[in-house]
Structure formats: structure tokens, C-alpha cells
């Protein structure tokens, strides 16, 4: 190896972080600190894991909100920047809200092929808005719209659960009661993912604020 070689140096990724970076990684904390609370809640029963699982989420959405603000107070942004979004994204508006669902009680097999849709569409969501941005911008290097409802609607479903959790309306009391459909079983509840999912992966242009 030649000596003029660069070695690596110790923590470089980390050096090349903006400051809105660190609030994007705070969504992704919170994301997976609600996956952790849910599964407390499976294990122990306990009720209040899952306000903590839907509080996290909330959580999360306020990083989101503020990572972009000091992106553009800053007047920074990256690449990296943008990669880091969509994957804290995934699994702070699209992993925990299935998740959460499966926890009180969408545990059904047509709940999970649902829930798993909800995931792929914001995926999708998400990969589609990244390799469009640009043309979306119009050159101006500013996006004035998103194709599709943002994957951080998702807190609405989020919401909706907390309150079903409030009333006691989970498990087997979840708010539409369960149908069998073809073997499996359905919680029409969790069709409201589908609609969510649906949304998301639509035409449908949402003006960016």
C-alpha cells in the first residue's frame, strides 16, 4: 500500500454532519424508541408503554419538523442530509405506526399483509420524492409540492391509537371489532393504513409549507 495513501480518519462521516443532521437523528432515535416501547407493551401488558410508543412518534415528528428549519436557517444541505430524512422517516412514520397497530391488537393475517402495505407504500413514498426532488423543483432547487400525502401523516393513525389505548378500545375491544376473511382474520380498523398507504404512493399533489 503507498505510503500517500489517506488513511481514514477516526469519526470523519460524523465531522461531515450539519447541525440539522443531529435533529434528524434525534427523529430516528425517537422512531426506535417507540418500536422498543411497543414491544415492552406486548411483553409486560402494561398500558402506558404505548403512550410512551405514541409520545416518541410525536417526538419524532417535532425533529422532523425542526430539521428542515435549521437546514434552511442554516443554509445547509447535503445529499447525505436528505438520505438520512427518508431512512429516519421510515422508521419513525412508517415501522412504529405498523408496529404500534400490530401491538394493540392488529394482529390478524390480513392485518399484517395490510400493515406490511402501509410500510411498502412509504417506502416507496419516500424513494419516489428523492429521485424526483429535482425535477419537482423546477431547477430552483426548492420543492413547492410533494406527489402524495408526506409520510409523517402517519401520526393521525398514531393519534387515532392513542385514544383507542385512552378508552380502553384494544386488543380484543379494538374499535370495529374483527371479520374472518378467507382463514385469516381482519380488523377493518387497519384498513385505515391501506387508505393512508394508498395516499401516499397517489398523485395527488399536497403544496409544501
Known amino acids: 500500500m503507498s505510503q500517500s495513501a489517506k488513511k481514514p480518519k477516526p469519526f470523519s462521516m ?6 440539522a443532521d443531529w435533529f434528524t437523528l434525534g427523529n430516528a432515535i425517537c422512531g426506535v424508541g417507540a418500536l422498543f ?8 401488558q402494561d398500558i402506558t408503554h ?25 443554509q445547509q444541505s447535503s445529499l447525505l442530509g436528505r438520505e438520512l430524512d427518508s431512512l429516519a422517516d421510515v422508521i419513525s412514520f412508517g415501522v412504529a405506526p405498523a408496529v404500534i397497530a400490530y401491538g394493540v391488537g392488529m394482529q390478524g393475517l390480513w392485518d399484517r399483509i395490510v400493515l406490511g402495505f402501509f410500510v411498502a407504500c412509504g417506502v416507496s413514498r419516500l424513494a419516489r420524492f428523492n ?27 398514531v393519534a387515532l391509537l ?23 382474520t381482519l380488523h377493518p380498523l387497519v384498513l385505515l393504513y391501506a387508505l393512508s398507504g394508498s395516499l401516499m404512493i397517489s398523485r395527488i399533489r399536497i403544496p409544501k409549507l
Not at 460524523?14 to 447541525?19: P, S, T, W
Not at 416501547?37 to 409486560?44: L, N, S
Open 37 to 44: 416501547a411497543t414491544i415492552t407493551y406486548i411483553q409486560v
Open 131 to 157: 429521485v424526483t426532488a429535482e425535477a419537482l423543483s423546477g431547477g430552483s432547487g426548492k420543492v413547492t409540492y410533494f406527489e402524495g400525502t408526506p409520510i409523517p401523516t402517519s401520526i393521525v393513525l
Open 162 to 184: 392513542c385514544v383507542a389505548a385512552a378508552m380502553g378500545a384494544i386488543g380484543p375491544e379494538l374499535w370495529g371489532g374483527s371479520l374472518r376473511v378467507l382463514g385469516g
Open 50 to 74: 404505548i403512550y410512551y410508543a405514541c409520545a416518541l412518534v410525536l417526538a419524532a415528528l417535532v425533529f422532523d419538523v425542526f430539521d428542515g428549519r435549521v437546514a434552511r436557517w442554516r
Open 14 to 19: 460524523i465531522r461531515e454532519f450539519h447541525l
